[in-house]
């Protein structure tokens, strides 16, 4: 069962055109990972992202993110052309993603092929019985959104708002065309992305993928079925999600997605996170439900506050969830992201699950020598990472931990010869020696990155999911020394 991996955003592939996509640059990747010994590549969510470009915002549980549309492939399909790609500016560093110029130019360019599909005589509308009817209701969310001029579904006139029939036969009539582009759009993503992911599983290669536990509030998820959530009469959240004051931020983590109604859940036997689970098992092989410990207790924000300060804990659904999953699914490939302060009840819970939990060792240098993230305290049913996507890369990591915590992991490592710019190997040796059954590392510790390298600081706006691994950085000599390391601990 010893295995390893990699972590590394669909958005972070080189790639042509601005943002990494289902590309020849994916298909090279696996083949990387192939070569490098690994037999997992971790992802992150791949829905369409909302506010903030984080995929944790995303438009819709049930729908896929049209920046990952390759357009050289499109351009194989005869819908654009590559001049037309060509003339675009997707944004000049190879190294960030450029979101605004992504939406300026990406969308467009989309446009013109879903012109050029239906001129070939295809019919959005015959093909929409392909797709889900969670996925074709987001595609008609999405042109009411552009109807309404980009507007959360809160500020739109009130007949759609609360999709009243009369409103809703009438917006599908007037906006047709511009449903039948999202539906295109989907169509297109799962194609690609099915492609993909079947080339993966020949190479031996399984996806990670993430289920984050809350949906944005600007979503085809809160506005299709308010039901399913603490909102007031009129739509408006009654709280907010996040979580207190922890090691990321002093004044907690303000969230702002919609909270459940566990107790309408429970009485539809969980439908609707039957649907969630089944539609993320057809996207990854293995899941990775974030935030797990909100199943047990979440954290309760009154709406309105500025920060999450002020919060309750409630209790979630626990076992029972999960006991129902089990019952229709069978065994779930399931990873639990139980990080932060873990009560007895949250260790329960996922003891009852049997999932393995995740064990992160930028958490574990504390000099008081305690914490439960140090390797000798894990057992073999856990995976064990470096860092994640929210985490400083080891090297900057290393760099600004307190001089006692640094002298404590060179005790433990016993390492205190090591230069710098070899740092982050000790840590990686650490994690792929452990006794965790799966070790994943993200790139940027393979490559060494130092603090240019995150991929998103928590309860922060405006630097986050930009970061991209630029053509020709990994080289054959480093792909040679993780396959080395993979052999070496027993994990090829």
């Known amino acids: 069962m010893r295995k390893c991996g990699i972590l590394l955003p669909v958005s972070s592939l080189p790639s042509k055109y601005g943002i990494g996509a289902f590309s020849k640059e994916a298909y090279e990747w696996i083949d990387l990972l192939k070569r490098a010994g690994q037999h997992y590549w971790q992802i992150l969510p791949l829905g369409p992202t909302g506010y903030g470009d984080s995929p944790y915002q995303s438009f819709s549980s049930f729908a896929g993110n049209p ?16 001049t037309q790609c060509d003339l675009l500016n997707f944004g000049d560093d190879a190294s960030s993603v450029n979101y605004e110029k992504i939406y300026e130019n990406r969308y467009p360019l989309l446009k013109q092929a879903y012109v050029s599909w239906k001129e070939k005589g295809n019919s959005a509308e015959a093909i929409s019985e392909t797709l889900s009817e969670e996925t074709v209701w987001y595609c008609f969310f999405m042109a009411l959104k552009d109807h309404f001029q980009g507007k959360s579904w809160i500020h739109w006139e009130e007949d759609i708002r609360l999709k009243k029939e009369e409103a809703v036969v009438h917006y599908k009539k007037l906006l047709a065309d511009e449903m039948g582009f999202y539906i295109f759009l989907q169509i297109k993503f799962w194609e690609q992305w ?3 992911k079947a080339y993966a599983g020949e190479q031996g290669i399984r996806i990670i993928g993430d ?8 979503s085809a998820d809160a506005w299709g079925h308010p039901e399913l959530f603490q909102f007031d009469e009129k739509g408006y959240p009654e709280a907010v999600a996040g979580c207190p ?12 997605n919609p909270l459940y109604r566990w107790d309408y859940h429970k009485e539809t036997g ?7 689970l089944e539609y993320s098992f057809c996207l990854y092989d293995t899941v990775r439900v974030d935030h797990f410990r909100g199943f047990d207790e979440y954290y309760r924000v009154p709406a309105g506050r500025e920060d999450a300060m002020v919060g309750t804990w409630e209790k979630g659904p626990g076992i029972q969830l999960f006991t129902q999953l089990k019952e229709r699914f069978g065994d779930l490939d399931i990873i639990a992201e139980d990080l932060g302060f873990l009560t007895p009840s949250v260790l329960d819970l996922l003891s009852e699950t049997g ?20 390797p000798h305290n894990y057992s073999k049913n856990c995976v064990v990472y470096t860092g994640t996507h929210d985490n400083q890369t080891l090297k900057s990591w290393y760099e600004d ?15 205190y010869n090591t230069p710098y710019e070899e740092i982050h190997w000790d840590f990686i040796r650490l994690a792929l020696a452990s006794v965790a059954n799966l070790a994943v590392i993200p790139v940027q510790d393979y490559l060494g990155t130092g603090r240019n390298g995150r991929i998103n600081e928590p309860s922060t706006l405006g630097n986050n999911w930009k970061w991209r691994l630029k053509p ?21």
């Open 472 to 492: 020709g950085e990994i080289t054959e000599d480093l792909v040679l020394k993780c396959r080395e390391l993979a052999l070496l601990y027993g994990r090829k």
């Open 194 to 196: 099915k492609k993909l």
């Open 67 to 82: 920046y990952f549309i390759d357009l050289e492939e499109l351009v194989r399909e005869d819908l654009i052309s590559a």
């Open 245 to 256: 004051p922890d090691a990321f931020s002093s004044t907690g983590q303000l969230w702002g």
């Open 401 to 415: 931990i307190s001089e006692a915590d640094r002298n404590f992991s060179r005790r433990y490592l016993n390492n």
């Open 270 to 276: 969980y439908e609707w996170w039957m649907k969630r």
């Open 355 to 374: 999932f393995p939990g995740m064990k992160v060792l930028e958490f574990a240098f504390d000099a008081n020598g305690e914490s439960i993230y140090l």
């Open 211 to 218: 289920l984050p536990i809350y949906v944005a509030f600007d």
